[in-house]
Antibody
Framework: QVQLVQSGAEVKKPGASVKVSCKASGYTFTSYGISWVRQAPGQGLEWMGWISAYNGNTNYAQKLQGRVTMTTDTSTSTAYMELRSLRSDDTAVYYC??????????????WGQGTLVTVSS | DIQMTQSPSSLSASVGDRVTITCQASQDISNYLNWYQQKPGKAPKLLIYDASNLETGVPSRFSGSGSGTDFTFTISSLQPEDIATYYCQQYDNLPAVTFGGGTKVEIK
């Protein structure tokens, strides 16, 4: 069965960076894209960006351009999301989600369990 | 970016009631709209894609309709396990995917 398993919770200081992993199993990793979506405490969902697991092409949300980098390691079927220059308003649960196709379609059929990133001095 | 406005932001209904949630897009998005269910502490789950298509394995009491700017999500007979927050999401204006603000559904 399809599974996306994310790395554990992180606590970071303002200005630091965080890198969250998302290990996929149960399907051909390079046949789909991965999006990252975050959710601040008590708030709604915010799409952060997408990466093609096939060729590494990326699209990032405009507000995060320059601070976020998404990568994949096809040898381990793992996607990564790195966010730099962390601020307190980056405190959120970060989810990876499988997109329906190789290119960005914007329909997310499987999700990771979420990774809480807390930014606090 | 396209703005998605959901209403109401919360509702309380009895078991067996028909529940309706609306989602309005700030511009025409054709039928490029999905609905997700998120239970407390859990990841979202895809329920409806392309505005009206039921994802595999999702109970038939869930349905969606609409096109253009106005969309509706319905639970025909509310069950206790449907307690969750529901989100609409547009994917017309790629790569800018946007979600609605969510509707929290509670049991009266």
């Amino acid at each position: 069965q399809v599974q996306l398993v994310q790395s554990g919770a992180e606590v970071k200081k303002p200005g630091a960076s965080v890198k969250v992993s998302c290990k996929a199993s149960g399907y051909t990793f390079t046949s789909y894209g991965i999006s990252w979506v975050r959710q601040a405490p008590g708030q709604g969902l915010e799409w952060m960006g997408w990466i093609s697991a096939y060729n590494g092409n990326t699209n990032y949300a405009q507000k995060l351009q320059g601070r976020v980098t998404m990568t994949t390691d096809t040898s381990t079927s793992t996607a990564y999301m790195e966010l730099r220059s962390l601020r307190s308003d980056d405190t959120a649960v970060y989810y990876c989600a499988r997109d329906w196709e190789q290119q960005l379609v914007g329909t997310f059929d499987y999700w990771g369990q979420g990774t809480l990133v807390t930014v606090s001095s | 970016d396209i703005q998605m406005t959901q209403s109401p932001s919360s509702l309380s209904a009895s078991v067996g009631d028909r529940v309706t949630i609306t989602c309005q897009a700030s511009q025409d998005i054709s039928n490029y709209l999905n609905w997700y269910q998120q239970k407390p502490g859990k990841a979202p789950k895809l329920l409806i894609y392309d505005a009206s298509n039921l994802e595999t394995g999702v109970p038939s009491r869930f349905s969606g309709s609409g096109s253009g700017t106005d969309f509706t999500f319905t639970i025909s007979s509310l069950q206790p396990e449907d307690i969750a927050t529901y989100y609409c999401q547009q994917y017309d204006n790629l790569p800018a995917v946007t979600f609605g603000g969510g509707t929290k559904v509670e049991i009266k």
